[in-house]
């Protein structure tokens, strides 16, 4: 074989196997997000920074070579939906891995699919039992409630505040939170005074909030998501309760500010450090992350991004890194995911193990106020 044949033979072959390699199957992951509904505040920004970091992921090249394929779907915050959709994304899809969904309710109805069907679930929603018990194949990224819970009990607690009121959501998120609520209060010295809870859809928590008006509280808790905590915080300032108001990091985000109005004003809760990266100090850990994301989620959708498009962006990661350590089957992932240390991304610094699938502590919250329309860190 003369040396010009043998050049083109080479070249043929590497050019052949190159064509191989870019036509490799795309590494499917699946995204259950509350895109539409009462939690779309929450699911919007999930499923849009889901898309925005497999994008950017492709674009550097993908994962060992090959492309990841993020097969989205919208649960509209409905428990029944996500279950179908659940059992869509193991059966017909194929996927290795899935990260939402976006509510408590939603994660909790889903999680006994992913068990059987032994594919890992990085969920984006907040309540402790998702993860506690540990079941083997569920991860999340969001912070406990119960983490939240100690950061609003300390700051009461140095302000010798112990008398509070509780106001709390009827639906997963809420009672999990209300049982947080309850289960810590001793230790911290605190008297739950007043216990009064809402639906999902009540427009109106006058009576509740005048009950709590007549009661020994020093701080009013109201636990729950968008709109109904917006709905109390203006319903608190018609009835001129002049009470300190803590929210929940359910409503992290300016969506409650947008909802609530001028009765946002001095609003405090617990938040994932996005909503005030600018103020962190050079030295935290997360600021390059945080920064960066707000950077892009911006660029890609004329929009800031917040602490739930986080949870998403983390799950994203998560995932990510796990294929790049052990590969692209379900056992991998779920392997590498329980071995990850010190990832610091936008809800936190990451440490999952054996005994731990929720991988942070109360470090990854700050407490925030708003202040002329805007969130502030209290210090």
Same mark, same amino acid.
């Given at each position: 074989?003369?040396?010009? @044949?043998?050049?083109?033979?080479?070249?043929?072959? @590497? *050019?052949?196997?190159?064509?191989?390699?870019?036509?490799?199957?795309?590494?499917?992951?699946?995204?259950?997000?509350?895109?539409?509904?009462?939690?779309?505040?929450?699911?919007?920004?999930?499923?849009?920074?889901?898309?925005?970091?497999?994008?950017?992921?492709?674009?550097?090249?993908?994962?060992?070579? &090959?492309?990841?394929?993020?097969?989205?779907?919208?649960?509209?915050?409905?428990?029944?939906?996500?279950?179908?959709?659940?059992?869509?994304?193991?059966?017909?899809?194929?996927?290795?891995?899935?990260?939402?969904?976006? *509510?408590?309710?939603?994660?909790?109805?889903?999680?006994?699919?992913?068990?059987?069907?032994?594919?890992?679930?990085?969920?984006?929603?907040?309540?402790?039992?998702?993860?506690?018990?540990?079941?083997?194949?569920?991860?999340?990224?969001?912070?406990?409630?119960?983490?939240?819970?100690?950061?609003?009990?300390?700051?009461?607690?140095?302000?010798?505040?112990?008398?509070? %009121?509780?106001?709390?959501?009827?639906?997963?998120?809420?009672?999990?939170?209300?049982?947080?609520?309850?289960?810590?209060?001793?230790?911290?010295?605190?008297?739950?005074?007043?216990?009064?809870?809402?639906?999902?859809?009540?427009?109106?928590?006058? %009576?509740? @909030?005048?009950?709590?008006?007549?009661?020994?509280?020093?701080?009013?808790?109201?636990?729950?998501?968008?709109?109904?905590?917006?709905?109390?915080?203006?319903?608190?300032?018609?009835?001129?309760? *002049?009470?300190?108001?803590?929210?929940?990091?359910?409503?992290?985000?300016?969506?409650?500010?947008?909802?609530?109005?001028?009765?946002?004003?001095?609003?405090?809760?617990?938040?994932?450090?996005?909503?005030?990266?600018?103020?962190?100090?050079?030295?935290?850990?997360?600021?390059?992350?945080? @920064?960066?994301?707000? &950077?892009?989620?911006?660029?890609?959708?004329?929009?800031?991004?917040?602490?739930?498009?986080?949870?998403?962006?983390?799950?994203?990661?998560?995932?990510?890194?796990?294929?790049?350590?052990?590969?692209?089957?379900?056992?991998?992932?779920?392997?590498?995911?329980?071995?990850? &240390?010190?990832?610091?991304?936008?809800?936190?610094?990451?440490?999952?193990?054996?005994?731990?699938?929720?991988?942070? *502590?109360?470090?990854?919250?700050?407490?925030?106020?708003?202040?002329?329309?805007?969130?502030?860190?209290?210090?």
């Amino acid at each position: 074989m003369n040396k010009l @044949l043998t050049t083109t033979v080479v070249s043929f072959a @590497l *050019t052949c196997l190159s064509t191989v390699a870019l036509a490799a199957a795309p590494i499917k992951i699946g995204g259950l997000f509350a895109v539409t509904g009462p939690a779309s505040f929450l699911g919007e920004p999930e499923r849009n920074s889901a898309q925005m970091v497999v994008d950017e992921i492709n674009k550097a090249g993908g994962v060992k070579g &090959r492309l990841l394929e993020l097969i989205s779907y919208d649960t509209g915050g409905d428990a029944s939906k996500a279950v179908q959709l659940a059992n869509k994304l193991t059966k017909n899809d194929h996927v290795v891995a899935v990260v939402g969904p976006s *509510t408590t309710g939603d994660a909790m109805a889903v999680i006994p699919i992913f068990e059987k069907a032994g594919v890992p679930l990085v969920s984006c929603a907040a309540g402790i039992k998702i993860t506690d018990p540990v079941k083997k194949w569920v991860f999340k990224t969001a912070q406990n409630d119960s983490l939240a819970v100690a950061r609003i009990y300390e700051q009461l607690k140095k302000e010798k505040k112990n008398k509070i %009121a509780l106001l709390t959501v009827s639906d997963a998120f809420g009672s999990s939170g209300r049982e947080q609520l309850k289960g810590q209060a001793s230790h911290y010295g605190i008297e739950i005074v007043t216990d009064e809870t809402y639906a999902p859809k009540d427009t109106d928590m006058t %009576a509740q @909030l005048t009950k709590i008006r007549g009661s020994q509280a020093q701080a009013v808790i109201c636990w729950g998501t968008n709109p109904g905590p917006a709905v109390v915080a203006r319903n608190a300032k018609q009835l001129g309760l *002049t009470l300190p108001l803590y929210m929940s990091h359910g409503v992290s985000s300016k969506k409650f500010i947008e909802l609530a109005g001028d009765a946002a004003e001095g609003v405090r809760l617990p938040s994932g450090k996005v909503l005030v990266a600018e103020l962190l100090p050079k030295s935290d850990r997360q600021k390059a992350a945080l @920064l960066a994301y707000i &950077r892009d989620y911006k660029n890609h959708f004329k929009a800031e991004g917040d602490h739930f498009g986080g949870h998403a962006w983390d799950a994203v990661m998560l995932v990510k890194n796990a294929i790049e350590k052990g590969g692209d089957t379900p056992a991998g992932i779920r392997s590498q995911l329980e071995a990850t &240390r010190g990832f610091a991304g936008i809800g936190g610094v990451f440490n999952f193990s054996a005994i731990d699938h929720a991988g942070l *502590t109360k470090d990854a919250f700050v407490l925030v106020e708003v202040k002329n329309k805007n969130w502030t860190l209290v210090k």
